[in-house]
């Protein structure tokens, strides 16, 4: 099946920095998410973005679907932004269920 | 509902017992997943439906798992005869199936099987 690699594994920042997260994906995809996973469990939706560039407030996400990797860009780092970034996609002949990489940990420092 | 809800939100159980995890999608999102999250992994695909029926069920990782959906919205998830190793947290996602079938996550249920 195909594999989803992220990184870095895990990161730590002073609140106000700035920072990029990869994902890598072995495999042709049909759909990424980016997702947020808070202190509580609770996955958020980031963005879906299977190509292109999407922003959204300090975030922003770019695909690059023939070099098969994705970016997500985090502007002026808070500390609620601290969690698990997780990437997931879907593709490599599957046509409904998300491979997820292993999450990046995010500790943003005030 | 706004989103997906799942109950209980913990659950703890005696090694052997059985246990069942619900999920209420998204009204309207014809189709339903379910995931397991191992303490900081990441999500494991387990049971895909679309509608009523399970065309996936390759994930699931033993016969003492089952899983069904009713009136293609509640699902429920079963574990028999529970195991130390089956302590995760249970995830359950919905998406339409038309367009991007974005899934959406519903909060989880935590099991601890002692």
């Known amino acids: 099946g195909i594999q989803v690699e992220q990184s870095p594994p895990d990161l730590i920042l002073q609140e106000g920095a700035n920072s990029t997260l990869r994902c890598n994906f072995s495999d042709s995809v049909n759909n990424l998410q980016w997702f947020h996973q808070n202190p509580w469990g609770q996955l958020i939706n980031l963005f879906y973005i299977p190509s292109g560039t999407k922003q959204n407030g300090r975030l922003s996400a770019t695909t690059v679907a023939t070099e098969r990797y994705s970016l997500l860009y985090i502007s002026s780092s808070q500390t609620t932004d601290s969690g698990v970034y997780f990437c997931?996609?879907?593709?490599?002949?599957?046509?409904?269920?998300?491979?997820f990489g292993k999450g990046t940990l995010l500790t943003v420092n005030p | 509902g706004a989103g997906v809800s799942q109950s209980p939100s913990n659950k703890v159980t005696e090694k052997g017992k059985d246990v069942e995890l619900r999920c209420d999608p998204i009204s309207g999102h014809t189709a339903l997943y379910w995931y397991r999250q191992r303490l900081g992994q990441g999500l494991e695909f387990l049971i895909y439906?679309?509608?009523?029926?399970?065309?996936?069920k390759s994930g699931l990782p033993s016969d003492r798992f089952s899983a069904e959906r009713t009136g293609e919205s509640v699902s429920t998830l079963t574990i028999q005869r529970t195991q130390q190793e089956d302590s995760a947290v249970y995830l359950c996602?919905?998406?339409?199936?038309?367009?991007?079938?974005?899934?959406?996550f519903g909060p989880g249920t935590r099991l601890t099987v002692t």
């Open positions: 997931a996609v879907k593709g490599g002949g599957s046509n409904y269920k998300l491979t």
């Open positions: 439906f679309q509608g009523n029926s399970a065309p996936d």
């Open positions: 996602a919905s998406s339409t199936t038309v367009g991007s079938y974005e899934q959406y």
